[in-house]
């Protein structure tokens, strides 16, 4: 294999592997940027949206179908988590607030080890999913399950931007994520726009859920969780509540992972998750906007 070859190999893993991050970190700013709040249950969203196509798949259901389910029960349990858990406390300190996302997640994590056991399932892909196509003599290769991803990814993404700047209650959502209180003195429906924020948002957590179930092969009920920190690490870089920024910062964090496995192994493996977050802090003292908002610093 030349070094040219290694390198689009690597470059192939980032983009599918930023793919992924770039889904879950978008819904997070959607819901932060509409709502101000970091939603922590949306790692357990994935698990949602991926148990449940797991479940249809094992009775029978083709892939397709499946997944569609999948990220319509997704959809479903956003909608439940605003209306139950985060309504009622939409004007509490944000200390309360915070708790309370905590708790979403510990009570979803633990009813789905509740259902499902802590135990690994086998996540039945279709065969030519798992078709993997090699050029140059073998040197460079990927699976249909890659190609899949970023195109899903790529799709979803264009179909949010037009949904958010083309449609009646996307200029809502982005009114309310401007200011809030003077988008409702003109007569904007606010918990519409929150609780399709919050729908949009899981929708693309069940998305991300199904595809990362599906490239690792697995799932169980912790599965959102390191997903969920890498995406708060690419929403942090891209800046809080800006979805390109989200969607920037998602293949940033997926290039830097891998290229420093690729090209630094011996040395970086070991601290790859300690150098992600070492930039997280690295970017909240230095640049805490974000690279796509303006710099500002942090006030207590």
């Known amino acids: 294999m030349s070094q040219l070859e290694y390198i689009i190999q690597q470059i192939i893993n980032a983009v599918s592997l930023g793919s992924l991050y770039a889904l879950v970190a978008v819904g997070l700013s959607i819901v932060f940027g509409v709502l101000k709040l970091t939603n922590f249950a949306h790692g357990d969203v994935m698990m949602v949206g991926a148990f449940t196509t797991v479940l ?29 858990a985060y309504r009622p406390i ?4 944000d ?51 890659n190609v899949l991803t970023v195109a899903l990814t790529f799709v979803s993404l264009i179909g949010l931007g037009w949904f958010i700047t083309r449609t009646t209650i996307g200029l809502g959502m982005r009114a309310a994520a401007e200011d809030m209180q003077a ?3 003109v007569g904007l429906n606010v918990n519409k726009v929150i609780i399709i924020a919050f729908i949009v948002a899981s929708a693309y957590a069940g998305l991300a859920g199904v595809l990362w179930a599906a490239q690792a092969g697995v799932v169980q009920p912790q599965m ?73 610093e942090i006030k207590l």
């Open 183 to 185: 988008a409702q003195l």
């Open 56 to 84: 249809l798949i094992g009775i029978g259901m083709p892939f397709a179908p499946a997944m569609l389910c999948g990220i319509l029960a997704s959809a479903v349990a956003g909608f439940l988590i605003e209306r139950i």
């Open 224 to 296: 959102g969780f390191t997903p969920l920190l890498k995406a708060f690490v690419a929403a942090i870089i891209g800046g809080f509540g800006s979805i390109s920024g989200a969607l920037l910062g998602g293949y940033m964090l997926g290039a830097l992972e891998i290229f420093i496995v690729a090209f630094m192994p011996d040395v970086v493996v070991p601290y790859r998750d300690a150098i992600v977050f070492a930039l997280l802090i690295a970017f909240l003292l230095f640049r805490p906007g974000g690279l796509m908002q303006p710099n500002r």
């Open 95 to 145: 200390v309360t607030r915070l708790l309370t996302s905590l708790a979403v997640t510990y009570i979803l994590e633990n009813l789905g080890i509740l259902l499902f056991t802590s135990s690994p399932r086998n996540f039945p892909l279709p065969d030519i999913l798992n078709t993997s196509w090699q050029l140059s003599g073998g040197a460079i290769t990927f699976t249909n399950i």
């Open 90 to 93: 939409r004007n509490a300190p």
